[in-house]
């Protein structure tokens, strides 16, 4: 069983910035992949970002490209998404997800947070 606990959610004004954190408990962070994914009203959620367990490679989806970063730190067992450069699509309930393999399904991690809202205001 894993925990995921996300905080770092807020309203910031388009072109602003945001770091999202989520804190891992119940199981050995450093062979999880771990993954950012959001979900904005009426919509489907979507796979925002990656990083694999083992050799800490990173993925994103197309529209956060260059301007959304993810990093682990395994010693404090938490997976961080920097967010720049913000947009009011980014609008989201953003959520920390942890699975056995690197991949932009959603149904294919095990675990979930809760969720923080990020709103993005024009």
């Known amino acids: 069983q894993v925990t995921l606990v996300e905080s770092g959610g807020g309203l910031v004004q388009a072109g602003g910035s945001l770091r999202l954190s989520c804190v891992a408990s119940g199981r050995t962070f450093s062979s999880l992949t771990m993954g950012w994914f959001r979900q904005a009203p009426g919509k489907e959620r979507e796979f925002v970002a990656g990083v694999s367990g083992r050799d800490v490679t990173t993925n994103y989806v197309d529209s956060v490209k260059g301007r959304f970063t993810i990093s682990r730190e395994t010693a404090k067992n938490t997976v961080s998404l920097q967010m720049t450069s913000l947009k009011p699509e980014d609008t989201a309930v953003y959520y920390c997800?942890?699975?056995?393999?690197?991949?932009?399904?959603?149904?294919?991690?095990?675990?979930w947070g809760k969720g923080t809202q990020v709103t993005v205001s024009s």
């Open positions: 997800a942890a699975g056995v393999m690197t991949t932009p399904r959603a149904g294919l991690y095990a675990y």
